[in-house]
């Protein structure tokens, strides 16, 4: 049987042995280049109470369960029309390369963590990266449907793809074995050589 989710990359967080997952998102994106929150379909009520107690992490436990039923369901129905009138695509190759390689390879990454010295992170970034840590392990989130098409990243609001070189942002970061190392590996020219791939143009293997 086929698993339809809004998210296949939260739904592998909950359980990575779930097959035959299909991300509506994905359909989303890549049918009409953007993806609908599902905070599109919040009542007036959400919006109010979100922003009166925003400070609260577990405020949805308080509120109105006949308002979430309603969010829910409008959210449910613009699913629901996605999935019906896209269906075609789930045979392309970009779907296919969304949907099986790219999704489970960020839920991958995401679930794994990177080893930091979480005092020297705590105290550049503040409460808004504490919360994102357990025990030295820094858990990010990927956001594979941007307007470029180029994949985000942020650890508690936080890009790591654009640290700063010189000010020490790196410098929290440490290896989570005893004795271990960290190593950078980078392509020469790397978006020069993505090009080249998709024009059949080739170009040196060296790598810098």
Known sequence: FEIWTPSKKILLHASPSFK????????EYLTTGKVTES???FTTYHRRMYAMYDKHVRINRSLS????IEWLEAYIDHLRVVQTNHREILTSSAYRFMNDVAIPATQYLESAGIHVDADMAINKYGSRIKRHIRSNLLYSEYNLFTTTGRPSNKFGGVNFAALNKRDGSREMFTSRHENGLLVMADFESFHLRLIADMIGFDLPTDIA
């Open 20 to 27: 035959n997952v299909h991300d509506i998102e994905s359909i």
């Open 65 to 68: 369960l006949m308002r979430h």
């Open 39 to 41: 905070s599109t379909f």
